[in-house]
């Protein structure tokens, strides 16, 4: 079965930095887009970035210029690179997975089989 393993959350100050990964396993990697979501206390999740199986970006405008995605086709895992955080990306971030682009910009096109557990991120002093 599909299975998104996420990691690397955790407690940083504010301007500080992480880096998540998504292991994936149960589906083909290298023909799928990979994508994160976060979701705030009393918040819809959001869409922050997502990368297509040939390597092309997208980025909420909160997090462009901070936020990095990128994908190890061979270790089958997807990466956010967090610089610059802000108290206000304090959110469980969780991994996805779809066939395209199209089909995660909305948390209700993506089945619940595709979501990863999610990992939590707090960024505060």
């Known amino acids: ?55 092309n970006t997208n980025y909420a405008d909160s997090v462009k210029g901070r936020f990095t995605i990128s994908r190890d086709n061979a270790k089958s895992t997807v990466y956010l690179q967090m610089n610059s955080l802000k108290p206000e990306d304090t959110a469980v971030y969780y991994c996805v997975t779809a066939q395209n682009v199209s089909d995660l910009l909305t948390p209700q096109s993506i089945g619940p089989r595709y979501w990863g557990q999610g990992t939590r991120v707090t960024v505060s002093s």
């Open 1 to 55: 079965q599909v299975q998104l393993v996420e990691s690397g959350g955790g407690l940083v100050q504010p301007g500080g930095s992480l880096r998540l990964s998504c292991a994936a396993s149960g589906i083909i990697f290298s023909i799928r887009t990979m994508g994160w979501y976060r979701q705030s206390p009393g918040k819809e999740r959001e869409l922050v970035a997502a990368i297509t199986r040939s390597g």
